[in-house]
């Protein structure tokens, strides 16, 4: 439960303005969709369909906008995803992977090899870069909740495998196998997480300078803005003028 192992990962969040709002919808419902097949349509039943309604509720999809997206997994008439995972390196040689669903894989793999391309990267096959990750499950909540030490004791209690505190909130990691049951524990004590997901966890992050910051920044925006694309996730961190500076 070290609280020093914290990391920078640079895992993008899809876009909040109003512009936007409609593609961020159209992404989360069709997870929902594809986790409601998968599994149980029922939230209580089905981790990944639980954490995909969270991530709606936290970008204020409506409720029958998300059962609209249940239903249309339990119909015949719903479309067909492939979950696709793709991997590569970009500007600096900084190990990324992309999560997709996507209808077309012709026009994802093809669009997403260009954006590698275009960026001074390249994509791998599968495991190239996997291997430098982990694939944990984070829960977050927000900082008043719990003092620092209800959580850590909370989360161990739950089976946890780290916990880090700080201003912005809190982070529970915990293993994939692990995940459903520390996620319904917390969430039993603390309420709903304003997130809670299956993500890849770098080993280690590696410093880029402001210019090749500025690029993987740019590939990743390029990469989240595709229509197949679910989650992107990188070992790198930069620094916090440039952060600034583009605002982040």
């Given at each position: 439960?070290?609280?020093?192992?914290?990391?920078?990962?640079?895992?993008?969040?899809?876009?909040?303005?109003?512009?936007?709002?409609?593609?961020?919808?159209?992404?989360?419902?069709?997870?929902?969709?594809v986790a409601?097949?998968?599994g149980?349509?029922?939230?209580?039943?089905?981790?990944?369909?639980?954490a995909?309604?969270?991530?709606?509720?936290?970008?204020?999809m409506?409720?029958?906008?998300?059962?609209?997206?249940?239903k249309?997994?339990?119909?015949?008439?719903?479309?067909?995803?492939?979950?696709?995972?793709?991997?590569?390196y970009?500007?600096?040689?900084?190990a990324?992977?992309?999560?997709?669903?996507?209808?077309n894989?012709?026009?994802?793999a093809?669009?997403?090899r260009?954006?590698?391309?275009?960026?001074?990267?390249?994509?791998?096959?599968?495991?190239?870069?996997?291997?430098m990750?982990?694939?944990?499950?984070?829960?977050?909540?927000?900082?008043?909740?719990?003092?620092?030490?209800?959580?850590?004791?909370?989360?161990i209690?739950?089976?946890?495998?780290?916990?880090?505190?700080?201003?912005?909130?809190?982070?529970?990691?915990?293993?994939?196998?692990?995940?459903?049951?520390?996620?319904?524990?917390l969430e039993?004590?603390?309420?709903?997480?304003?997130?809670?997901?299956?993500?890849?966890?770098?080993?280690?992050?590696?410093?880029?300078?402001?210019?090749?910051?500025?690029?993987?920044?740019?590939?990743?925006?390029?990469?989240s803005?595709?229509?197949?694309?679910?989650?992107?996730?990188?070992?790198?961190?930069?620094?916090?003028?440039?952060?600034?500076?583009l605002?982040?």
């Amino acid at each position: 439960m070290a609280g020093h192992s914290q990391f920078k990962n640079i895992m993008h969040r899809k876009g909040r303005q109003d512009a936007q709002k409609s593609k961020l919808f159209g992404k989360l419902a069709r997870e929902i969709t594809v986790a409601a097949k998968m599994g149980q349509p029922d939230p209580a039943m089905n981790a990944r369909l639980r954490a995909a309604i969270i991530s709606a509720r936290q970008e204020n999809m409506s409720k029958d906008s998300i059962e609209r997206a249940i239903k249309k997994a339990i119909g015949s008439d719903g479309e067909n995803y492939d979950e696709i995972r793709y991997e590569g390196y970009g500007p600096g040689g900084v190990a990324v992977i992309v999560e997709a669903l996507t209808d077309n894989r012709n026009r994802a793999a093809s669009d997403i090899r260009s954006y590698f391309t275009k960026s001074g990267g390249n994509l791998g096959e599968t495991g190239s870069v996997a291997f430098m990750f982990d694939r944990t499950g984070i829960i977050e909540f927000d900082q008043g909740v719990a003092s620092d030490d209800a959580m850590l004791d909370a989360a161990i209690e739950a089976g946890a495998d780290d916990v880090i505190s700080s201003e912005s909130g809190h982070e529970i990691y915990a293993s994939q196998e692990s995940f459903r049951e520390v996620a319904k524990a917390l969430e039993a004590k603390f309420g709903e997480p304003r997130k809670a997901a299956l993500s890849w966890k770098p080993h280690n992050t590696v410093a880029v300078d402001d210019e090749t910051g500025e690029k993987l920044l740019k590939l990743i925006d390029l990469l989240s803005e595709h229509d197949d694309v679910q989650n992107v996730f990188a070992n790198f961190e930069v620094s916090d003028a440039l952060m600034a500076k583009l605002g982040g």
